[in-house]
C-alpha cells in the first residue's frame, strides 16, 4: 500500500534557507566554488508558506482540517512509481538528490588527483552505476568470497567469516558500539538479535503472511539457481527453516521497547557462560573486540537461544545460508538478474513499490551512504552558506531561551525537577548544517571498476570508523 505524507510547509520553507540566487559548478579539479550567496527567503508554497489553492472547501476544517488543508492535492496527485509513499520531506529529499548528483558526477567527470577524496567520489559513483561492466563480470568479483563460504569447515570457521567486517556478512547477533544508555560517560558493545531475511519474526509466524513465506522461498531458490547452486530448492527449505527457528526465540517488537528489559549487562566470562552455543572469543576477535570485557545484551534469552541454535546448526547449512545471504545483500552490485529478482521480492512485493529506482539515484545513494561526509563538504560550499547556518543557530538559541523561561514557571513541577531541567538544557549542545571537524577518509580504499571491492571498503570503513 501507498501512503501520502502531507507534511508541514515549513519544511519547504526552512529548505529555502539553504537556496542561493546564483550558483557555480564545482569539480574535482578544485575549480573555485562560489560559497556565500544571496539567501532567498520567499515562501516555497503560496504567498506566505501555505498553498491555499489545496483546500477543499467542501470539507469542515473542525471535522477533517487534514483533509480540508490539503484535499484537493490529496486527490489528485499520482504518487510515483518510485516511492511508497510522498510528501514534502520526499520534495526536499529529490532536491537534495539532484543537487548531489551534480556533485558526484564533477567528481566522476573531473580529473581530480589520486587518493583525494573527489577522485573517490567519482571512482565509486563511476563503479555503482556501470552496469554493463558489472554484468560482464558475473560473479567473478564475488568468486573469491564465495569461496571461502564453501571452505567452511567448522563452526570457529562459520564465526570468523561472519564477524569479519569487511564481508559485512548476516549473522545471528548483530554487534554495535554506542553509548552506554546506562552510564553515559562511557561507550560500550551492544549485542542484538539478528539473523533473518524478512522483516521480522512476524512474517515467519503470522498467520497473514504466510504467501510472504511462500514468496520469500521462491526468492531465495531463485538466487540460489541464478548462481548455478546444486539443488536450490531443497538450500532454499534448509535457509529457511533455520531462520523459522531463529524468529521463533526473537523478542516481540514491544518488549524490545522496553529500556530496562533490553539492559542486561554481562562480562565476558559471564557471555560465554551464558550462551555457550557460539565461539564468542573467534567471534569478537575477528570483529576487533577482543580486549572488550563488558557487552550489553539487549534481548538476553533470545541470544542465550540464537547462539544455541547456532551450535545445533550443521556447518552445511551455514555455508549455504551465508551464500544466498551474500548474494542478496550485494545484488545491486551483481549482475541485472540478481538486482531484478531482489527488487521484485523486497521491493515490489513486501514494500509495495511497483519500479526500482533510477540506477543513478540509486549510486548517489550508494555515495552517501558510502562517502557522506565527503559529499557533505561539497554540498555545504555550494548550498548551505554561512549565514544560513548564523540563522539556524539564532533560531536554536532563542527556542532555549524560552525553553528556559518557561521552565520557570511550570506549575506542576517542583524547584529540585526545575533544577534538573534547568541543568539539562545547559548541557544541550546544538549540531547543526554540519560538523565542525569532517571525516578523514586517507583509510579508504576505493578501485574505480570495482564496485564489490568499493563495498567492501565501505563496509570495513564503517566499522572501523
Known sequence: MKHILLSGAAALALAACGEKASQSSQTGTGEETAKTAEVSTAPELGAWGVETDNIDPAVDPGDDFYQYAGGKWLDSFEIPDEFPSYGAFTVLFERSETRVRKIIEDAASGSAADGSVEKKIGDFFASYVDVDAINAKGLDPIAGDLAKVAALETHEDVARLMADPALGANTFVGIFVGVDSKQPDRYITYMSQAGLGLPNRDYYLDEKFADKRAKYKDYITEMLTLASVEDPAAKAQAIYDVELRMAEVHWEPAKRRNRDLTYNLKTREELAAYAPGAPWDVFLNTSGLGAETEFVVREDDAIQNLAAIFGETPVATWRDYLQFHFLRSNAAI??????????????????????????WKRGVAAVNGALGEAVGQVYVERYFPPESKTQMEALVANLRIALDERLKTLPWMSEETKAAAHEKLEMFTPKIGYPEKW??????????????????????FAWND
Open 439 to 460: 571525516e578523514d577518509y586517507a583509510d579508504f580504499a576505493v578501485v574505480r571498476g570495482d564496485a564489490y571491492s568499493n563495498a567492501k571498503s565501505a563496509n570495513a
Open 334 to 359: 551483481l549482475p541485472s538478474a540478481f538486482d531484478d529478482v531482489t527488487f521484485a521480492f523486497y521491493g515490489t512485493e513486501l514494500r509495495g513499490t511497483p519500479k526500482q529506482r533510477e540506477r
